[in-house]
């Protein structure tokens, strides 16, 4: 019989500018590396980081974000994809409507 064991997760968001996406980068190599996934939804400069653990942060992390002035944001990216794609969606519609004319 397996055994699955639950826990609870947290989910921090933080919005970066360039130069703190560099800092935090440096500051996480010693410790975990990027992922190469995911489809740019933010504009040029921005960054969003999204920290996933079972438990507290770690402490290194946690001072290096105070350090770097780096503060929690509240965030959706399925509401941002939503919203680029209506965009996107309007855009054509309009596109068809003045060649239908």
Not at 20 to 45: E, F, N, S, T, W
């Amino acid at each position: 019989m397996a055994y699955q064991a639950t826990f609870k997760r947290y989910e921090m968001k933080y919005l970066l500018t360039e130069q703190q996406k560099r800092a935090v980068l440096q500051a996480m190599q010693p410790y975990m590396k990027l992922d190469g996934y995911g489809i740019p939804l933010l504009g040029k400069g921005q960054t969003l980081m999204e920290i996933k653990t079972s438990g507290g942060l770690p402490l290194w992390m946690s001072h290096e974000l105070s350090r770097l002035k780096v503060y929690q944001t509240s965030f959706s990216k399925y509401g941002l994809a939503y919203q680029n794609m209506m965009t996107k969606s309007n855009k054509q519609e309009q596109r068809r409507i003045l060649h239908a004319c």
